[in-house]
T-cell receptor, first 112, second 114 residues
C-alpha cells in the first residue's frame, strides 16, 4: 500500500493559517489524495480530497504538487476547534475497495 | 440528513463473553465500512460491505469476528468470544460511491474487555 509521511505534530496560533504537509512519493496516477481529521472523542471526519488540481471547500484548501508526490492541507484561519489529528490518506487504484489506510497523522495544536 | 449512528457508545464485557455492535449508515449509502483502533495503534480497516455483500474482509483479525449486513441496511459486528486484545474503539463509516468520495464516520463504539 502506498505510504504517506506526515510530521507527528504541529502548532499554530488561533486565527493564523496552517499548512499541514504530506509526502506521498510512491503515489500512482489514479490515486486520490484524501484528508480526514479526528477531533477528540469523535470519529474521523472528511476534510477534502483531490486528484491532480488544487481543491477548495468550506473547510480547507488542498494544494497538490505538480508531480503529485506531496500535498499540503491549508486551514486558512485556525480556530481552537481545529485542534485534531489530521490524516493524509491515499485512495489507491482501481483494485482498491475504497478502504482507507490511516497512518499516525499530524496532531495539530492551536494556541489561543 | 441523519449521520452514521453506532450503538452502543460504550460496552464493557468480560473476557469470553459475546458483544454485538451495530451501525446504521446514512440512508442510501451502499458502501459500509468497519474500522477499529486498539490502544496506542492506528485506525485499521476491518471490512467493507457493498449493500449486503462482503466486498473486502481482509482486515478481520480472526474468526471470532463476524459481520453481517442483512438487507443492505444496518450492519452488526459480533465478537465471540471476546478477548482482552479486542478492546478499542470500533468505527463504522458509509459512503455513496467507492473511490474518490468521502466516507462518513460514526462516533464509534468503545469496547472494553476485562
Amino acid at each position: 500500500d502506498a505510504k504517506t509521511t506526515q510530521p507527528n505534530s504541529m502548532e499554530s496560533n488561533e486565527e493564523e493559517p496552517v499548512h499541514l504537509p504530506c509526502n506521498h512519493s510512491t503515489i500512482s496516477g489514479t490515486d486520490y489524495i484524501h484528508w480526514y481529521r479526528q477531533l477528540p472523542s469523535q470519529g474521523p471526519e472528511y476534510v477534502i480530497h483531490g486528484l491532480t488540481s488544487n481543491v477548495n471547500n468550506r473547510m480547507a484548501s488542498l494544494a497538490i504538487a505538480e508531480d503529485r508526490k506531496s500535498s499540503t492541507l491549508i486551514l486558512h484561519r485556525a480556530t481552537l476547534r481545529d485542534a485534531a489529528v489530521y490524516y493524509c490518506i491515499l485512495d489507491k487504484g482501481s483494485s482498491n475497495t475504497g478502504k482507507l489506510i490511516f497512518g499516525q497523522g499530524t496532531t495539530l495544536q492551536v494556541k489561543p | 440528513e441523519a449521520g452514521v449512528t453506532q450503538f452502543p457508545s460504550h460496552s464493557v464485557i468480560e473476557k469470553g463473553q459475546t458483544v454485538t455492535l451495530r451501525c446504521d449508515p446514512i440512508s442510501g449509502h451502499d458502501n459500509l465500512y468497519w474500522y477499529r483502533r486498539v490502544m496506542g495503534k492506528e485506525i485499521k480497516f476491518l471490512l467493507h460491505f457493498v449493500k449486503e455483500s462482503k466486498q473486502d474482509e481482509s482486515g478481520m483479525p480472526n474468526n471470532r469476528f463476524l459481520a453481517e449486513r442483512t438487507g443492505g441496511t444496518y450492519s452488526t459486528l459480533k465478537v465471540q468470544p471476546a478477548e482482552l486484545e479486542d478492546s478499542g474503539v470500533y468505527f463504522c463509516a458509509s459512503s455513496q460511491e467507492l473511490r474518490g468520495r468521502e466516507q462518513y464516520f460514526g462516533p464509534g463504539t468503545r469496547l472494553t474487555v476485562t
